[in-house]
């Protein structure tokens, strides 16, 4: 199932189209996926503009990436109407030349060498003389809708097929659990060329090929509607599901843009509880109207009329229901309470922009209430959603309105939030030649003599240098006298007294010991002395050693 959202991204982007002979509306939803994949194309005038020659639709499903599914839908039409066989009216070759020639035209191209990705393709060529042509590569599909019944105008490409299966296995491949080497659920795709590297067999044969099955079809004035899609409506909504849901809609009066949102949202998974990945897949739908000479509101009038009455397929009035109730319920009420929780953060960010701009601080609550955040533009300046915020005019002359902006700020925060203030700190805007003349002209306070407080101060500090002195030299006199009081109790083993002299950061005076010596050497340690090769004396009385073990002996 690949990796998934934890919300799904149901926005939906839709286009719609009209001609002469055909109106169409295509829409397209992100759903639980990480990233967006599928791509389309409808050309309404596909020789040089011209709507009444033949009209190109498609829908490209990508995998692993969304970049061979964009180039195919900018280039596989492109290609068909330079194809020999397409000017000489075989669309039916030209439809798998193109197909072959742009999965060639990817490979030599450098920016997709590398590129892991490829797409399903199925593509309808509906020609001038009401003559459809259907090329699919992939498990897209494409449908007619004839009096209400489903005619299918492509086949799946599954590995499960046994006409795939051999040819996968032929060319080296294999099948596990129901994939392409055990990677893929599908058997034919443009791009995909990490499965096209055997170079003995043509493209065609190779594990996974562009080469499309191709259905001709004749249109009828009994033809309703085509629908074409990818996987991500098909795993949902069998074929025929799929017509009785677009032909009730339109008997109820919705567009052709409607009914293919309200599909998407149909079709859309509640959760990722599933495990298969039903409904969390992209979603494509492309719904094609064969009016038939008819305008668009006459033919929506005959859809309606036929439904009505019953005319070919009874088409249920009850839409399938996909998921269980509960897991509906479940998904629509965390729906709720996320689009509640956005309104509130919204209606938050709205008060407190609107709170903070009645303060002075405009450029802060247009910080807050943005929802781009901050971005610089070289020569704007830095702007926010709502403008500009600083460098976007010159600043060389400053007014008085900032500096009563900034006073103002500065109150609110001392106020508002208790934060304190600091009424007598000097003005921030001074300038510093104001502080300098403040300092040179300046009238110091003198004494008797003419000097300044500043003289005093330095005296008064000496002053306080030399108490200092005299208090340290009293406690050394102190610590001096403490020997002799202390020895004539050598056993005391009372703690040291405290000196009484303050002590004004010195170190401390080191701990006195029981006999009053605090400098006491320490004692003596044993000393080895050697005696060398002589023999012992006791060696020497007991015989131990003659003349032949004499270490001095030479």
Known sequence: MGQTLSSPATWKSTESGASARFAYAVTEMQGWRITMEDAHAAVLGLDDGDESGNTFFAVYDG????????????????????????????????????????????????????DPSGCTAVAALITGDNKIYVANAGDSRSVVSCKGVVEPLSYDHKPTNEIERSRITAAGGYIEYGRVNGNLALSRAIGDFEFKKNYNVTPEKQVITANPDVKAYDLTDEDEFVVIACDGIWDCLTSQQVVDFVRFQVSEGKDLQEIGEMMCDHCLAPDTSSGAGIGCDNMTVLIIALLNGRTKEEWTAWITDRVKNGYGYNTPTVLPQLYAQSRIMSFRA?????????????DGDDSASSFLAGTGLGPFARVLGSAGGISYSPGTGILSDSGALMFGSDDSEEDDDSDEEVRSSRSFFTDQLGLGGRGDSPDPTESL?????????????????????????????????????????????????????????????????????????????????????????????????????????AAKVDGLMDKSEDPTRA
């Open 63 to 114: 995998h692993g990436g969304g970049t061979v599914a964009k180039f195919a839908s900018q280039n596989v039409h492109a290609r068909l109407v330079k194809e020999e066989a397409y000017k000489k009216k075989d669309y039916e070759e030209a439809l798998r030349r193109a197909f072959l020639g742009t999965d060639e035209d990817l490979l030599a191209d450098p920016a997709h060498v590398r």
């Open 433 to 537: 030649k104001a502080k300098l003349d403040a300092f040179e002209h300046a009238d110091d306070e003198t004494d008797d003599d003419g000097d300044s407080h500043m003289v005093d101060a330095l005296e008064e500090q000496e002053t306080e240098e030399r108490e200092e002195d005299v208090d340290l030299a009293s406690a050394a006199a102190q610590r001096g006298s403490t020997p002799s009081a202390t020895a004539s109790a050598p056993n005391s083993s009372a703690p040291a007294s405290k000196p009484s002299g303050p002590t004004q950061g010195e170190a401390p005076p080191p701990p006195q010991l029981p006999n009053g010596d605090a400098n006491t050497e320490p004692p003596k340690q044993l000393t080895s002395n050697p005696g060398g090769d002589a023999a012992s004396p």
């Open 334 to 346: 965390r729906r709720e309470a996320q689009e509640a929780r956005e309104r509130s953060r919204q």
